[in-house]
């Protein structure tokens, strides 16, 4: 079979890269004529551990190639891939329009029969429209449409990792041979028969993947339910962040102890600064506005963004109170992107921060391992550092705000030195506040003395 992945996007690059990886032959389309010419360069334009690796030896052995001509690679393709972006529109729904018009180029250019499968995220209804608009383009032809949804659950930083070793494969069919098409195609990693680029072949032991057979409007509502479960647990752990720091509790301990009875579990409950990304902020106002349009009022989720949201000023407040006036202080700003090992700035929290305090007059130098080049483009107002050092010299206040190692080894002592004044105040919690107390650092985190 061959593939085609429309859209090369953070997760179409991943999935075309990690199906070619697997043994198959891809093709991989987009409509941004740059994106392609540099990829055919050997440029790959995110930064995802392990892409570049990956793709380099999948170009080498032929197995995948780039195209802006949708047409010749729809046309090659016997199962199509859509990748593209559905962000949000203004009312918190989802727009489709890049679906909608995917799905008339499928219908136009094809010739045979295909199976069509969605990976964007799309609110639950979309594989039955997209159904309907592969019929009513393709203008008569005999060419039969099947449609799929296979929902990604792949977390920027470690995409690769997860496609490689997912907990489970979601298919959303309306036909036993669609089901079929897609175990064939993840049988080298639901049986782990391929050689796996991370480990060098050699996995170490763990559980086989779950292959789910659902209908089409589940698997659609799996990917949002879970994305929106986890973000729940992220308020969550954050209000409970708030209450310690009101009654004198600590929420690391309460969380990790939550976290132990499986029920509860012990990942998502880390609290800080809140979720950034294009995955939880724009599904959990798609899944509040899917369940409002059916006459669902998903209350909690709602709590869930506006806690969200609040974090921000929950966090300026710490730094107001700290560092009491804002105007001429600099301040070091450690993190750009939403979280580590991405370069991947939208809904950054600390773009927002950053935002504000060059608004009250802050002087902002910053430090972030991949996301400068990204985040320049839009805040020229701001002074970059590669060393994270470089960003500290002279600074009133050190601002935490992603979790990447290079901070959180950061050496303390020096980095005090350096600085105007020894005040950090950390989004993240990565720090002892012990330790950094006894560094002589005035310290404030999250929930935690
Ligand atoms: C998330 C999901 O984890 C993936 O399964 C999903 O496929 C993806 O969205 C998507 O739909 O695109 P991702 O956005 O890459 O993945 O990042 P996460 O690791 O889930 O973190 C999301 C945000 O939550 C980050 O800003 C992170 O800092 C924050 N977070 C995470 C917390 O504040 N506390 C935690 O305990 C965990």
């Known amino acids: 079979m061959h593939l085609c992945v429309i859209g090369c996007g953070n997760v179409g690059l991943v999935t075309g890269a990690c199906l070619a990886a697997a043994g198959h032959e891809v093709s991989c389309v987009d409509i941004d004529n740059e994106r392609i010419a540099r990829l055919n360069a050997g ?227 880390r609290a800080g600064l809140g979720f950034g990304g294009f995955g939880f902020p724009k599904d959990v106002q798609a899944f509040i506005h899917l369940a409002g349009s059916v006459g669902v009022d998903f209350d909690i989720l709602k709590a869930t963004e506006r806690v969200n949201k609040q974090r921000i000023d929950v966090f300026l407040e710490k730094v107001r109170k700290a560092l009491w006036v804002i105007k001429g202080k600099q301040v070091a700003v450690l993190g750009l992107a939403f979280k580590a090992k991405t370069d991947d700035i939208r809904s950054a929290p600390a773009l927002e921060v950053v935002k504000r305090l060059l608004e009250e007059g802050a002087i902002v130098h910053a430090s972030d391992p991949e996301a400068i080049p990204r985040t320049k483009a839009l805040l020229p107002e701001v002074t970059y550092h590669d060393d994270p050092y470089e960003a500290l010299k002279g600074a009133d206040a050190a601002l935490v705000f992603t979790e990447s190692d290079i901070f959180r080894t950061l050496n303390w002592e020096r980095a005090k030195s350096l600085m105007a004044r020894g005040l950090v105040i950390d989004g993240r919690n990565l720090y002892s506040p012990q330790k950094m107390r006894e560094l002589g650092l005035e310290y404030y985190s999250f929930g935690r003395e």
């Open 43 to 269: 440029i790959v334009p995110i930064f995802e551990p392990h892409l570049d690796d990956i793709l380099a030896s999948a170009r080498k052995g032929g197995r995948i190639s780039y195209t802006a001509d949708a047409g010749e690679a729809i046309r090659a393709g016997d199962v199509i891939f859509i990748c593209v972006g559905t962000p949000p529109k203004d009312s918190g729904e989802a727009d489709l329009s890049a679906i909608e018009h995917v799905a008339r180029q499928i219908a136009e250019e094809a010739r045979s029969a295909k199976l069509v499968v969605e990976k964007s995220t799309v609110p639950a209804g979309t594989g039955l429209m997209l159904q309907r608009a592969l019929t009513a383009y393709s203008r008569g032809s005999k060419n039969f449409f099947r449609v799929a949804s296979n929902p990604e659950f792949l977390r920027e930083g470690t995409a690769v990792e997860d496609f490689f070793h997912p907990d489970r494969i979601v298919v959303g069919v309306e036909d036993e041979a669609a089901a079929a098409d897609l175990r064939e195609i993840y049988r080298p990693i639901l049986e782990r028969r391929f050689h796996c680029p991370l480990h060098n072949g050699v996995c170490p032991p763990g559980h086989n993947a779950a292959f789910l057979v659902t209908t089409l409007n589940s698997a659609e509502l799996i990917k949002h339910a879970a994305n929106s479960f986890l973000a729940l647990k992220i308020s969550y752990a954050n209000v409970i962040a708030d209450l310690c720091e009101k009654i004198g509790a600590n929420v690391e301990e309460v969380t990790h102890a939550m976290g132990l009875d499986p029920r509860i579990g012990t990942q998502f409950l």
